[in-house]
């Protein structure tokens, strides 16, 4: 989406599919990752300062170029409060 300027799958059924697909097992979602991290990460070094406030039609609404890139360290960032939050609960039991 980041170099393509648009939402690339054909309907939201079919993007909660693939993640699915992908999510089934750590083998494929790791596998995964490895594959796509370098480019992503030189998709994002790609985007100039004037195109992060490009904004982009998804099936979650208008987002911008910012939005969109800052979205993976967001959601990484997000999820790993909650496994320590769920730990330091574990802890306090």
């Known amino acids: 989406m980041v ?3 648009d939402w690339p799958l ?3 059924q079919q993007y909660g599919e693939e993640k699915a697909a992908i999510a089934k097992d750590w083998a494929t979602a790791s596998a995964t990752l490895s594959e796509n991290l370098p480019g992503l990460l030189a998709a994002i070094e790609g985007v100039s300062d004037e195109e992060l406030a490009l904004e982009l039609q998804t ?3 208008p987002m911008t170029m910012e939005q969109i890139i800052s979205y993976p360290y967001w959601n ?3 999820h790993q409060g909650q496994v320590t939050y769920v730990g330091i609960l574990n802890e306090a039991s």
């Open 76 to 78: 990484m960032t997000y």
């Open 3 to 5: 170099t393509a300027r």
């Open 10 to 12: 054909t309907s939201f």
């Open 59 to 61: 099936p979650f609404g």
